[in-house]
């Protein structure tokens, strides 16, 4: 098993592009997670998804960010017209089951640089 | 709104010594709690849970409801420990994780 594998694992883009950050979950797990790792700060939870399904996104910020998890292939995190404030670390996260007491496997990050 | 607070940026410690990294934490309901770890070069992974009642690597927490903290213990540290340590507790209405700013740890030989 892989493991969480996200990619790209850095990215540049220029202010006012479009971010497209992927994110395959390990074998056999159909919950995935988001989180945002601004400079010196903790891991902040963005968005939890099921198959087709966005079950809280209660992180995501209202606008220029969306999320996906598609019946087949990755789930992927869109940024819109990316400002400077967007450059942080993605985190991916999966897991076998939901719940709040499930182990969550990470991913090694996407380090997004807006210039 | 949930909080969780790691108040010690860096600590370091020399091998064979004590090592406590604190996690204090404001939430509503009775979260379940976990410490992450991330070791230099690796990703994120679980160190431990409260719902185990386990102990890792030597490591063991314990769940302080009156004073809301769940800090991280060893008694003897070992080089091997060094790395950046994340408390998170679960829960409050959110399916994510919330995340502490972390420790970094630091053993010296």
């Known amino acids: 098993n892989a493991g969480v594998m996200q990619n790209p694992r850095h990215l540049v883009r220029r202010r006012g592009q479009e971010a497209r950050l992927r994110c395959s979950p390990m074998k056999g797990h159909s919950h995935v997670y988001w989180y945002r790792q601004l400079p010196e700060e903790g891991l902040k939870f963005m968005v939890y998804l099921q198959k087709e399904n966005i079950i809280d996104e209660s992180g995501m910020p209202k606008e220029r960010f969306s999320a996906e998890f598609p019946k087949e292939g990755p789930s992927i995190l869109r940024i819109q017209q990316v400002v400077r404030g967007d450059s942080a670390a993605y985190f991916c996260?999966?897991?076998?089951?939901?719940?709040?007491?499930?182990?969550?496997?990470f991913g090694p990050g996407t380090r997004l640089t807006v210039l | 709104a949930q909080r969780v607070t790691q108040p010690e940026k860096l600590l370091s410690v020399f091998k064979g010594a004590p090592v406590e990294l604190k996690c204090n934490y404001s939430?509503?309901?009775?979260?379940?709690l976990f410490w992450y770890v991330q070791y230099s070069r690796q990703r994120l992974q679980l160190l431990l849970r409260h719902i185990s009642r386990e102990s890792i690597k030597g490591f063991t927490a314990d769940l302080n409801k009156g004073e809301t903290s769940f800090h991280l213990k060893k008694p003897f540290a070992q080089e091997e420990d060094s790395a950046m340590y994340y408390c998170?507790?679960?829960?409050?209405?959110?399916?994510?994780?919330?995340f502490g700013k972390g420790t970094h740890l630091i053993i010296q030989p």
């Open positions: 996260a999966s897991s076998p089951v939901r719940g709040q007491v499930s182990e969550q496997f």
């Open positions: 998170a507790p679960a829960g409050g209405g959110a399916d994510g994780l919330t």
């Open positions: 939430y509503s309901g009775s979260p379940e």
